[in-house]
């Protein structure tokens, strides 16, 4: 489930890695048919079905709190000058605000 805003590119290339995409109007969060609370719906309803939830799971940030942001802090030896990355769910950049 993905927003139709999203590019032809990425939906393109999900598809190529054997996704199903199903895409949705995009909508504010707010609304009961936003695709994220859609994408839990839709998998409530769906036998055998798992979701990750990562927007919402307290868990995507806490595995990059435990290992990300130790992996750069050793990398770097402690010393980070500046930390650039893509925000997706923000769980890297929440989980490795604590270096």
Do not use: C
């Not at 969060?29 to 307290?58: C, H, M």
């Amino acid at each position: 489930m993905i927003p139709d805003t999203q590019s032809a590119e990425k939906i393109g290339l999900l598809r190529s890695l054997g996704a199903e995409v199903l895409t949705v109007p995009a909508v504010p969060y707010r609304d009961p048919n936003n695709y994220v609370k859609l994408s839990g719906r839709i998998a409530a309803e769906t036998p055998g079905a798992v979701w990750a939830n990562q927007f919402d799971n307290l868990a995507n940030r806490a595995a990059h709190f435990r290992t990300t942001g130790p992996e750069i802090w050793e990398q770097t030896g402690g010393k980070v000058d500046a930390w650039v990355a893509a925000t997706g769910t923000g769980g890297t950049y929440a989980g490795v605000a604590s270096i």
